[in-house]
T-cell receptor, first 118, second 115 residues
Framework: AQKVTQAQTEISVVEKEDVTLDCVYE???????LFWYKQPPSGELVFLIR??????QNEISGRYSWNFQKSTSSFNFTITASQVVDSAVYFC???????????????FGKGTKLSVKP | DTEVTQTPKHLVMGMTNKKSLKCEQH?????MYWYKQKAKKPPELMFV???????INESVPSRFSPECPNSSLLNLHLHALQPEDSALYLC??????????????FGPGTRLTVL
């Protein structure tokens, strides 16, 4: 079973539209981290946010916001007023305290490709 | 300095060539990682080094040979690769390889093409 599910494979929006990328995770751990990374066409994985399992406060950073809901095991990412530069593949990832082993494992979702058209 | 650097950016090699990928970080991190990423897929973990010792080899073929000469450097030696090994190779580092110190910072990657 997939531990991190990003059901949206590709999303296309027009500039200035708001867009939400979904992430649903599965874990037996009570202590874990969730991450979002952005991968533009250049290839680098850019860290966007880390959220620990005990902090359900939503976070806003400029045009980006994250909605963490333990009740639905979701950690969704919203971009407000999207711009062409937001075009990238976005990965959600999970790191578990006990079940991730000692290998520093990051469990990635399959990614959502976002295209923002002018 | 919160940067992970990788060289070269692009590499084209034949199946009989020997080449190396290099990764460097100066964040004092003690865990370093190699990932392979095929197009339209998430990164796949290949190797983990912890305190300069290989701690994980995810059943990677022996034509890939990692090396960690010191805590800041990580190499991936390539020999007798196959065309299906063409991919983006990403290096990452973290404070340690154990939760919760395993927040990983990634380099820009090396795009490898095997002819």
């Amino acid at each position: 079973a997939q531990k991190v599910t990003q059901a949206q494979t590709e999303i296309s929006v027009v500039e200035k539209e708001d867009v939400t990328l979904d992430c649903v995770y599965e874990t037996r751990d009570t202590t874990y981290y969730l991450f979002w990374y952005k991968q533009p066409p250049s290839g680098e994985l850019v860290f966007l946010i880390r959220r620990n399992s005990f902090d359900e406060q939503n976070e806003i950073s400029g045009r980006y916001s994250w909605n963490f809901q333990k009740s639905t095991s979701s950690f969704n990412f919203t971009i407000t007023a999207s711009q062409v530069v937001d075009s990238a593949v976005y990965f959600c990832a999970l790191s578990e305290e006990n079940y991730g082993g000692s290998q520093g494992n990051l469990i990635f979702g399959k990614g959502t490709k976002l295209s923002v058209k002018p | 300095d919160t940067e992970v650097t990788q060289t070269p950016k692009h590499l084209v090699m034949g199946m009989t060539n020997k080449k190396s990928l290099k990764c460097e970080q100066h964040m004092g991190h003690r865990a370093m990682y190699w990932y392979k990423q095929k197009a339209k897929k998430p990164p796949e973990l290949m190797f983990v080094y912890s305190y300069e010792k290989l701690s994980i080899n995810e059943s990677v073929p022996s034509r890939f040979s990692p090396e960690c000469p010191n805590s800041s450097l990580l190499n991936l030696h390539l020999h007798a690769l196959q065309p299906e090994d063409s991919a983006l190779y990403l290096c990452a580092s973290s404070q340690a390889d154990r939760f919760p110190y395993n927040e990983q910072f990634f380099g820009p990657g090396t795009r490898l093409t095997v002819l």
